[in-house]
């Protein structure tokens, strides 16, 4: 398996071939670290098998949580473009996930909305 465990599509865990889509998963995944300020899936207390995380992520589309749903106080949640634009990136379905030009087209629609 090639890339970094958290950040790896379902296809890749599942040994299926894989594009450029895998990327876009990725980054959607980086989209909610840069959002939020923390690494992604760090509401994972203890640690779970690879497996188990595995399984997770295809089966039951554990992906992290947008709005936060543990309680945590946000100050800023994201804007509704933007969890829409994460969430597309890593939907379980490669051939559902936005190409880097349409991510790219909507952030730059978007930039002046929540700049401070």
């Not at 295809?58 to 945590?72: A, H, I, L, V």
């Amino acid at each position: 398996m090639c890339g970094t465990t958290l950040y790896v599509a379902p296809e890749v865990h599942e040994g299926k071939p894989y594009d450029t889509k895998v990327d876009m998963y990725s980054f959607g995944l980086m989209m909610w670290e840069m959002w939020f300020g923390e690494r992604v899936f760090s509401e994972l207390k203890s640690p779970v098998a690879q497996k188990e995380f595995f399984r997770g992520i295809k089966d039951e589309n554990y992906r992290p949580q947008t709005p936060r749903s543990d309680g945590r106080f946000v100050p800023n949640p994201p804007p509704a473009q933007w969890t829409e634009l994460m969430t597309s990136c890593w939907h379980t379905e490669p051939c559902l996930r936005r190409t880097a030009t349409e991510c790219k087209t909507i952030i730059k629609e978007n930039k002046h909305q929540h700049v401070k």
